[in-house]
Structures are given as C-alpha cells and as structure tokens.
C-alpha cells in the first residue's frame, strides 16, 4: 500500500473502474509499457498486499487471479502466498537469484483524494510500497499498476480496515485480466517476430 504521489502527463494513465472501457484502455496501457522490455528479460509480476485487510488486499486478489488464468506465468504475491512488508526484500532477492534480469512489473493499492477513489493506474517507474503507512521499503517496478482503493491522509490502518471490498475486487478483476491479456499479445508479438527473423526486444 503506497500514497499516490504525482507525475508527468507522458508517464502516466489513469482510468476510473466504472468507465465500460476502462478493462481495453488498461491493458492497452499494460501492453505499451511492456514495449519497454529488452531482449533476454523476462516478465515478472510482483503483486503487493496482503489479505488482512480489505484494502490492501488488492495485490494478492490480482496475483491469484493472473496466476489462475496463466499458471505459468511468474507471478509473486497471492493470497495463498502474500508478498508484504515483512516479507517483501526477501522475495525481491528471491527474484533477482531466479533471473539474470527481471522485468518487474509492480502491482499494488494506494490511497488518494476522495476523487480518486476507483481509478487504476497505470505508470512507468517503480513504487515504493508502504508509503501510506509510514514504512520505508524499497522501490520496486520497472512499471507498475496500482488502484486507489480508500483516502489517504488520516488514520491509514483504519482506513485499510474499512475499504469496501466490492471496489477492491472489481479492480483487481480488471487489473488481472488486463494484465494476462497484454502478456499473451506481448508474447504472441515476439514469437511473430522471431518467425520473421525481426529483432526482438524481449
């Protein structure tokens, strides 16, 4: 759980879970940013969260999810095996000793302005996890997708504890789906690719 914090117009994009387009304009943003991989670096998702409280609960419903739609995928950070702050180093260590060069894709709740609530963004960059409540943790991400699930501000752990879980997972479905989705068009382009005897870049 993070604290939305502001960037450039380019680097950012945002959508409101409600918006009936919301699902194709989010994995259109997924997949652009997943043009940034270069060869030899493998897709990694890193789900933050953990399913104590309903919201931050989001990144272990999305990591269930994807990996239920794609098993094969790397996916850290379910319900079954949340990835959090007490636990989050390690994993990234973990991570790094599987593969010579992840492509980290970084998932996770925030909290925003009370406008904000039901927006899922898209971003390049890492995030840095636990901002909301305090913790110091290192960034993580080479992008990242995240959701503001509640307002930020006052009494986070509070806060946390009485998100509606209807929104939280309405987002994590639309975040899970686009994710897998602009994966297999990821992969589906490379293969393409190579068939052609085109460069590619991951």
Do not use: W
């Not at 670096?41 to 919201?55: H, Y």
């Not at 609960?57 to 950070?77: D, E, I, M, Q």
């Not at 052609?196 to 991951?202: C, K, S």
Request: net charge neutral.
């Amino acid at each position: 759980m993070y604290r939305a914090q502001k960037t450039t117009m380019q680097d950012k994009f945002s959508c409101h879970f409600e918006d009936p387009l919301c699902f194709n304009k989010i994995e259109k943003a997924i997949y652009a940013n997943m043009q940034d991989v270069e060869s030899g670096r493998e897709l990694v998702f890193l789900c933050i969260g953990t399913d104590r409280a309903t919201g931050d609960c989001l990144g272990p419903l999305v990591g269930s999810r994807l990996k239920s739609l794609s098993p094969s995928t790397a996916v850290y950070g379910t319900l079954e095996t949340p990835v959090h702050a007490t636990n989050l180093q390690e994993t990234l260590d973990e991570i790094f000793a599987l593969y010579a060069q992840p492509f980290v894709i970084a998932v996770d709740a925030c909290l925003g302005n009370a406008n904000r609530i039901g927006y899922i963004n898209v971003r390049r960059g890492s995030l840095k996890p636990g901002t909301a409540l305090n913790k110091t943790l290192p960034a993580v991400g080479d992008f990242h997708v995240s959701a503001v699930v509640n307002v930020g501000g006052f009494f986070e752990h509070m806060v946390l504890q009485n998100t509606r879980l209807f929104i939280v997972s309405k987002m994590a479905d639309i975040i899970a789906k686009g994710l897998y989705l602009a994966r297999v068009k990821f992969v589906s382009s490379q293969l393409s690719r190579e068939l052609d005897g085109e460069p590619v870049e991951g």
